[in-house]
């Protein structure tokens, strides 16, 4: 079974910075798309960011400017560098590989906390 594996999340002060990693236990094919979302207790998982298999990327509003998200094609693996960081930014922060055939693999989450 594939496991999904984040790290590099940790407590940081506000406007500081974070890169998060998520790797693969074994080769995903087909991959459609990798993408990093956030959870905070009683609140709905929500989508942070996002690249498809071609580059093309998204993000929710309130991290523009701020994160980034890239990928090693090669490695199945995808990153999350976050800077400028808030306390809003605080939550679980999971990672999520979409295949073509719209099956999703999870990680188990790291936690990232801003505060001073």
């Known amino acids: 079974q594939v496991q999904l594996v984040e790290s590099g999340g940790g407590l940081v002060q506000p406007g500081g910075s974070l890169r998060l990693s998520c790797a693969a236990s074994e080769t995903i094919f087909s991959i459609y798309a990798m993408g990093w979302y956030r959870q905070v207790p009683g609140k709905q998982r929500e989508l942070v960011a996002s690249?498809?298999?071609?580059?093309?990327?998204n993000y929710t509003d309130s991290v523009k400017g701020r994160f980034t998200i890239s990928k090693d094609n090669g490695k199945n693996t995808v990153h999350l560098r976050m800077n400028s960081l808030k306390p809003e930014d605080t939550a679980v922060y999971y990672c999520?590989?979409?295949?073509?055939?719209?099956?999703?693999?999870w990680g188990q989450g790291t936690q990232v906390t801003v505060s001073s």
């Open positions: 999520r590989v979409t295949t073509r055939g719209s099956y999703n693999y």
């Open positions: 690249i498809t298999s071609d580059g093309t990327t």
